[in-house]
């Protein structure tokens, strides 16, 4: 388990707004070239390790997409009393293997977890992008609407750092065709890729010229800020270190206006994703969250 902290440590370092002034550099000069939102994902096929190995049942799942593309997920069933379903949307750099520091504890609180990897990444074929990131979130609602364990849970979509974005997009667009859904979780989000990608340029003194461009480069009509407010009436939580460097935490607060109630804002001292496994605040954060699902998942099953 000490490793699989480890490793969770590192991933907060491994994002696509690095302040490392060479993948600064080389972001900014890809932008000059072709301004790609493909420079936002930096995916590894490599699986560094699955869920056996911190003692925990699982299974492979695999999506089969329109396009014939193929996603690759775990699924982790909930031990004991299945209380919630969370759907894992991870960050924008390796696989879930890396990822799962963030969750491998829910099963032990009664939460099934399926962890999905967007095309490009580990297993996961094709190439990634917003769009396709945002249809890959959707894909995974769509298989949890076929498994029989899921079907009396609330569902709850987790969603860090791109992945945040991401899955706040494609739920707002998107959840009114889950009737599972009873509420969504977003930690460390950004407000708009323009804003992050000028923010990480100004911070370092050989991108600074190139602040514009690193906006200009970002995609267009894809911003959590202008569809967050839709994620309404499901109960949203938006999570945030106050110390965050990669991800300001000026984003939470911008986002947390423009959203609709209910919503609730948890801010801990802490950095980028730190919020499960490595602040102090981690136990509490954890306690927060499982509480945010009790009572969402409670008015869902009044509802239903």
């Not at 969750?103 to 032990?108: D, E």
């Not at 607060?253 to 801010?267: D, H, I, K, T």
């Not at 602040?279 to 306690?287: D, L, P, V």
């Amino acid at each position: 388990m000490a490793s699989l902290l480890l490793r969770s440590r590192q991933i907060a370092r491994l994002t696509c707004f690095s302040r490392q002034r060479g993948l600064a550099l080389l972001l900014l000069m890809s932008l000059l070239l072709c301004g790609c939102e493909g420079l936002l994902f930096f995916p590894q096929q490599q699986l560094l390790r699955n869920p056996a190995d911190v003692g925990l049942n699982y299974q492979d799942v695999k999506i089969t997409l329109d396009d014939g593309n193929t996603i690759h997920g775990w699924w982790l069933p909930a031990t004991g009393r299945v209380q919630a379903t969370v759907l894992f949307a991870h960050g924008n750099a390796e696989n879930i293997s890396t990822h799962l520091a963030s969750v491998y504890w829910l099963p032990a609180q009664g939460v099934n977890v399926l962890l999905i990897d967007y095309r490009g990444y580990g297993q996961s074929s094709g190439s990634p992008s917003i769009v396709s990131a945002q249809a890959d979130v959707t894909a995974g609602l769509a298989w949890l609407a076929t498994q029989a364990s899921a079907h009396d849970t609330p569902w709850f979509v987790l969603g860090q750092s791109l992945g945040a974005s991401v899955a706040g997009v494609a739920v707002a667009r998107s959840a009114n065709k889950y009737p599972n859904m009873a509420g969504v979780i977003l930690d460390a989000g950004f407000s708009r890729y323009g804003d992050i990608a000028q923010e990480v340029a100004a911070g370092n003194w050989l991108t600074w010229p190139f602040q514009c461009l690193a906006r200009w480069g970002m995609p267009d009509g894809q911003d959590l800020i202008d569809e967050v407010a839709a994620i309404a009436p499901l109960p949203l939580l938006l999570i945030h270190g106050r110390q965050d460097p990669v991800v300001p935490y000026a984003h939470a607060v911008a986002l947390y206006e423009a959203a609709q109630p209910p919503r609730r804002l948890l801010s801990y001292d802490g950095g980028h994703i730190e919020t499960f496994n490595q602040t102090s605040s981690a136990a509490q954060n954890r306690e927060q969250l499982l509480d945010f699902i009790g009572a969402a998942g409670k008015a869902w099953r009044q509802s239903h």
